[in-house]
C-alpha cells in the first residue's frame, strides 16, 4: 500500500464520513447485540444504513478503507466490524507533512 | 475545492512527484532564461521534460495541481511557471489533522 493508495482511499466524500464516525460510534451507531461498539467496531450492516447505501455498495467502500489499512475489519458470527486503525492514520498525518 | 478534490489531485505518482521538485527547484531544474526559477516557479517545457512526459500530459497533471490550488501558475510570454502554493499545502495538513 503506497501513500497513492492511502490518497485514493481518502478521496470519498462516503470513505471520510465512515472514518469520522468510527471516531465516536457510540455517538454515531445504535447499540449492538454482538460486538463491542468501542471494541470491535461497528457492524458493516450498521454502516450500510447509516450511509443509506445498499450493503454491497457500502461494503465495497469498507473494503476499500480496509484495503488501505484505514480501518480494521473483524468478523464476528456472520458479521464484520469495522474500527479505525488509529495507527494508519497517524502514519498518513505524518506522510502528509513532507507533502 | 473540497477535500475531495484535492486528495485526489495529490492520489497521482507523478503530480506528487512535481510538488516535491517544487520544493526546491534550483536543484531540480536548470537555470531559466526567463522566470525566476524561485520567484515565478518552473517552466512547464522544464517539468514536461523531467517527467519525460509530452507537453500536453505534463499540462494535464499541471491543471489538476492548479484546479487544486496547490500550485500556482504565472504566465511569462508564452510560457507558464508553476510554484507551489505553501499556504494550500498547509491547508492541507491542517485538514489531514481531522482525519
Known amino acids: 500500500m503506497t501513500t497513492i493508495d492511502v490518497l485514493k482511499a481518502l478521496a470519498n466524500e462516503r470513505r471520510l464520513r465512515i472514518l469520522d464516525w468510527l471516531k465516536d460510534p457510540t455517538r454515531h451507531f445504535p ?41 480494521i475489519g473483524t468478523r464476528i458470527k456472520q458479521w464484520v466490524f469495522y474500527r479505525r486503525n488509529e495507527q494508519r492514520i497517524e502514519e498518513v498525518r505524518a506522510a502528509m507533512k513532507d507533502l
Open 31 to 71: 447499540p449492538q447485540v454482538d460486538g463491542d461498539l468501542e471494541r470491535d467496531g461497528v457492524c458493516a450492516l450498521y454502516i450500510a444504513e447509516k450511509l443509506g447505501m445498499s450493503q454491497p455498495s457500502a461494503g465495497e467502500h469498507l473494503k476499500v478503507l480496509a484495503s488501505a489499512d484505514l480501518v
